[in-house]
């Protein structure tokens, strides 16, 4: 395996544990402010949005096959 590839994959599977433990807080946040329903679908949606944003970045680089 190279650096390059190590790398990679190291910052694949450490941003996508990021995502998940940002979501957590997320609903944590959530749950400590008794936001309900609405309130929490507006704070995963507003806050969770630049997190949709770089994993669809991913999706296109691998659909288009550019970058490592």
């Known amino acids: 395996m190279t650096e390059e590839q190590f790398s990679h994959y190291g910052v ?3 941003l996508a544990a990021f995502i998940a433990f940002m979501l957590f ?6 749950r400590k402010s008794q ?3 609405f309130g929490t679908f507006v704070l995963f949606f507003v806050l969770a ?3 949709l944003g770089f994993i669809a970045k991913s999706v296109l ?3 288009l096959d550019i970058g490592p």
């Open 12 to 14: 694949t599977i450490g």
């Open 61 to 63: 680089q691998w659909i």
């Open 49 to 51: 949005f630049g997190m």
């Open 25 to 30: 807080i997320i609903w944590d946040l959530a």
């Open 35 to 37: 936001a309900g329903r």
